[in-house]
């Protein structure tokens, strides 16, 4: 491949993976448009045409936890998932307060619902043994320095 060819191609995928970021960025915030693919297919593009992209969004605080549960299929910490699934229908919710039409309510409840059923099956992240033993002391009364 020639060189202004390389160059043409190296700004689309910069310029793709950019907008799937954006796209992604979105996904945190409204409940029906996916996070994590979005992000996926950003870290594809930049692999390619920018390795120091790609490295800057797996190194996120706020972008890498997306990668790195989808990477070593730890699952979704379960805060997180009830998180989503309150900030879920607090949104339809205000969605179908705007939008007074029963046909939408339909729509956002279908919606709301099949996203909360994919939630709950997706696997909670496993806590770890310390916070299992911090929480069983807590309950039996117990404190970790008695141990």
Known sequence: MDNRKRKILHTILTISGILLVILGS????????????????????????????ARSIEKNRIFGSYISHWRTHQGIPLKIKVRAIMF????????????????????????????????????????????????????IGQCPSDQ
């Open 26 to 53: 979105i996904g945190i915030v409204v409940p029906v448009l996916p996070t994590t693919p979005f992000l996926l297919l950003a870290l594809a593009c930049f692999s390619i045409s920018s390795p120091k992209l």
């Open 88 to 139: 879920l229908w607090i949104t339809l919710v205000i969605s179908a307060c705007i939008v007074q039409h029963i046909l939408i309510w339909a729509i956002l409840g279908i919606i709301g619902t099949i996203v909360s059923i994919h939630l709950v099956l997706i696997k909670p992240k496993p806590e770890s043994n310390t916070e299992v033993s911090q929480l069983l002391n807590k309950e």
